[in-house]
């Protein structure tokens, strides 16, 4: 059954870098799944919990974000901000029922294009293992 | 209209209590003296807590003919809702009345377990009660998991609060007299909170303390590092719990704008860690409890409805 298990994934990624790096990945002609939704967001930090909720809501099996290696923000912090929003979200997912590995963090800069095309392959694979989002029956 | 043409028709009101601790019934009281001023206005026509009325009573009141019915407490049993649905039909405006009738409340937490789960809890494995009995005759079904009143009928106006304090609720109450359903304020509770002098300019939390973990200093909770749901819950209160020294828990739910007050919260607790990276995760674990901090009145509008099982 988990075969034929196409996931939906939502993918905020930033502007400046995890974007640009998806965008590289597309020039350089690097296949990965095509399970993903990218949504543009100026910065990582401004995903805001609700987004997360809401895309599994939604029907998403699992979101991703991606946002500049720490350090490289364009705006000096926000990845760092959304890395702490991230470490609570996956403990509510968790006290929810819901497997925190449906959420993922990655920092991607812009000439990373092979690493988002691996991520996404890998974190495709993932959900496909953990199987459909709970989420799901409930909506 | 009908008002201004006969001036001494009195508003009819029902008041109904569903699943809750019976507190908002309380609250109503609490508006003291006014309650005297406040009857010259209404007529209470159903409120099962306060007078000797049966459901009958209701059905055969002539539907709409009721002014505003007032509904405390969430929806948990068949019972419940059926009520809800009847006052709906008998009423102009519906009004969920205090934190459960809004959002679920304390006993929303319950949402994060299914049926079989909160009755082995409360029935059977309880240390405090010997003859485990579960409950089954004659006795309206348990739903599957708790609903908010908006989630059952169409709700007209919001009185918050746990229950609604005693602003809030004469301000209400002024307001729907008088047809308006929209009320209250639409700022944070920082801005009237006892302690608004003591907040720095830039709070930073380094490590969160429980209560009872930290003398009080007297100061903005948050600065202290003491979780207080100030910053995304909906003023009005004037700060009660803070004026007994008792950090904000969020009662009054979200700001106007605001869909998710715990989102909210989580998201501004983030942005006022100030920690070095490889303290971060120790820091964060040091919240035990993310859906009872952030989440305390308002589990029910979270998605597990019963509790959710991520298989693997």
Partial sequence: MKEDFEPKIVAFLCNWCAYAGADMAGTSRLKYPANVVPIKVMCSGRVDPEFILNAFEKGADGVFIGGCHPGDCHYVNGNLRTRRRVKMMKKLLEQMGVNPKRLRLEWISATEGAKFARVIKEFVEEIKELGPSPWRERR | ?312
């Avoid at chain 2, 009101?13 to 009281?29: E, K």
């Avoid at chain 2, 939390?205 to 003398?215: G, P, T």
């Avoid at chain 2, 989580?266 to 120790?282: F, Q, R």
């Fill in chain 2, 1 to 312: 209209m009908e008002g201004k043409k006969m001036k001494n028709v009195k508003k009819k009101i029902a008041m109904y209590w569903g699943a809750g601790c019976g507190g908002c019934d309380v609250s109503l009281l609490g508006i003291h003296e006014k309650l005297l001023d406040l009857l010259d206005e209404i007529e209470i026509v159903f409120w099962p807590c306060a007078m000797d009325i049966k459901y009958e009573d209701l059905e055969k009141m002539e539907d709409k003919s009721i002014d505003i019915a007032f509904y405390n407490g969430a929806i948990r049993t068949e019972e419940n809702e059926e009520i809800a649905k009847l006052l709906r039909k008998k009423a102009k405006l519906m009004v969920a009345y205090g934190s459960c009738a809004i959002e679920g409340c304390v006993i929303g937490l319950a949402n994060l377990y299914n049926k079989k789960e909160i009755f082995e809890a409360v029935y059977l494995k309880n240390e405090t009660t010997k003859e485990k009995i579960l409950p089954s005759r004659d006795l309206p079904e348990f739903l599957p998991y708790l609903k908010t009143l908006d989630q059952v009928v169409k709700v007209d106006a919001f009185i918050p609060g746990c229950p609604p304090p005693k602003p809030v609720l004469e301000e209400a109450l002024d307001a729907l007299l008088q047809g308006k359903t929209k009320f209250g304020k639409e700022v944070a509770l920082c801005e009237e909170c006892p302690r608004k002098d003591t907040k720095p300019e830039k709070i930073e939390i380094s490590k969160f303390y429980r209560w009872h973990e930290k003398e009080d200093n007297g100061e903005c909770f948050l600065a202290q590092g003491i979780i207080c749901m100030g910053p995304a819950t909906r003023a009005g209160c004037k700060g009660e719990c803070i004026s007994a020294n008792i950090p904000c828990t969020g009662c009054m739910g979200a700001l106007p704008r605001v869909r998710d007050q715990g989102a909210a919260m989580l998201s501004a607790i983030a942005s006022l860690l100030d920690v070095e990276d490889e303290k971060e995760d120790e820091v964060i674990d040091s919240i035990k409890d993310i859906i009872g901090t952030f989440y305390k009145y308002s589990t029910a509008k979270l998605l597990p409805r019963g509790g959710m099982k991520d298989e693997s």
